[in-house]
Each structure stands twice: as C-alpha cells, then as structure tokens.
C-alpha cells in the first residue's frame, strides 16, 4: 500500500525527476497547454501552481527564486510578466487536467492535456464569406493563367 508516501516516483531517480518537472512545466507555462501522461500530470501540477502563486507578486527575491527553480529564463519572464498578473485575483486552482480518450503508441500510457484554466484564446481565422471565395477563385485562376503561360513560353522556344 501507498499510504503517507507523497513522492510520485515516476520511474526516476530525483535528479531525471527535477529535469522533467523543470522541462514540463517550463513547456506548460510557455505554451499554456502541453498533452502529457496523466502521472507526470498529477505530479507536476503542485509545482506549477506553486510556481504561479509565487510569480502574483514581481519582485527580486522571488524572481531569483522562479530563475533557480525553474532553470528557463524566458519560462520565467512570461511567468512573471503573462501568468502572474493574469491569475493575481484568481486564489487557486490555476490548472486543469483533462483525460484523453486515446492512449500513446509504444507504452499504452494514458495521456491528459495539461492547460492553465484561463488561457489566452488563440486568434481564430476570420470566416470566409462571399467576398473570401471569389478571392480564393481569383487566384486560382491567375495560377492557372500563370501556368499556361509558362508551357507556352516553353514551347515557343
């Protein structure tokens, strides 16, 4: 039985394991969303939470200290700059972990996307109307004219 014991080992001595936690949750706070398996998940969001409440409050000390837990500069600088300031009303749960379906090729783990809960929407294409597609046939027809012209300069010479 597990009972009282709290470190997720993770098949790892503690040195792998603080590289994957750094690397982990450098690449969550840079991308906002990272898909990982669900243990390494688990494991990790303490930290990441931890590393977010630390980064409410700008200042030098607590800075020096994201730099020497994390290792990432630029991880760190958007921590502070992006992250912090984002969730300064915001008491807990900075995090979410939503289970996949589909299960990774090789080993069968189970994999979860690893998202901060209030992220930044990513800039959707804007929607095609009339205007959208007679450019897209515009052009396909100046491509086409563009081609022709070509097989027929080639044949002319």
């Known amino acids: 039985m597990r009972h009282r014991k709290r470190t997720w080992k993770l098949g ?8 994957t936690r750094r690397n982990l949750v450098a690449a969550l706070f840079r991308h906002e969303r990272i898909v990982t398996t669900v243990p390494k998940a688990k494991a990790f969001r303490p930290f990441a939470e ?17 730099i020497s837990l994390l290792g990432d500069l630029d991880a760190v600088r958007k921590l502070f700059d992006v992250l912090g ?47 959208g597609a007679a450019e897209k046939k515009g052009a396909k027809e100046k491509a086409a ?6 097989k027929a300069a080639a044949a002319a010479s």
């Open 50 to 66: 931890r590393m977010i409440t630390l980064a409410k409050e700008k200042d030098l000390p607590r800075y020096r200290r994201a």
């Open 145 to 150: 004219a563009k081609k022709t012209e070509k």
């Open 12 to 19: 790892r001595n503690a040195a792998h394991r603080k590289a």
């Open 85 to 131: 300031p984002r969730f300064k009303a915001r008491p807990g749960g900075y995090t979410r972990i939503v289970r996949l379906p589909e299960r990774r090729l090789g080993d069968d783990g189970r994999l979860a996307i690893f998202e901060l809960v209030e992220r930044t929407p990513k800039e959707k294409p804007a929607p095609e109307g009339k205007k």
